[in-house]
């Protein structure tokens, strides 16, 4: 399995956290199953966890298969037009119980820079290794993909943040103050 160093954006990671996003968006991405070191931008600055991430499914050359889903198609038919093209399974998330900042890894790299998109981890042995000592908790949930989720696919987050389910959640989360250990 490929392990990539993925950056994501915070103002995204909500509906991911909570399990609600199941695909993630991306022009171009690995042609296979990846291990993904979740790496937050922004202020955040901060790898957040780990993500399982299935075989990508090419939304270009899939669209016959969304046409008894009119909402779906409508989605895609967005998303192909973007050009984001490849809609990633989301299989797991695992979270850090300390994430790992930027600072953190300057410490040992001082000239790292995170990528815009990922990179693959084996191009760059220093910061694998400095991942693989911290240890992720359980899984926050597992997807089984073995169907399209056809109610998720090309839903963009802020269409995921108007559902009754994120709403719950994300109240839920927010009382209970449940990651206070992420900064956003």
Known sequence: MKEIFLSF???????????IKK??????????ET???LYLSGKSRQVVGVMELGRPVRLD???????????????VDEYILSKDINAVPIKSLALFDNPIGLDEIR???????????????????????????HLPNDKLFIHSHKDIYYDNIAM?????????E?????????DNNDFENLTF
């Open 9 to 19: 954006r915070p103002e995204y990671f909500n509906p991911l956290l909570y399990g």
């Open 166 to 174: 994120f709403i719950k959640l994300h109240k839920f989360h927010t």
């Open 23 to 32: 695909y993630e968006y991306r022009k171009r991405f690995c042609d296979e």
């Open 61 to 75: 050359l899939t669209r016959e298969s969304y046409t008894k889903y009119p909402e779906t198609l409508k989605r």
């Open 35 to 37: 291990k993904a070191y």
């Open 156 to 164: 963009s987050v802020s269409e995921l943040e108007k559902t009754d």
């Open 107 to 133: 410490k040992e790299i001082p000239s790292f820079m995170p990528p815009q998109m990922y990179f693959v981890l084996d191009n760059h042995p220093k910061l694998k290794s400095i991942l693989e000592r």
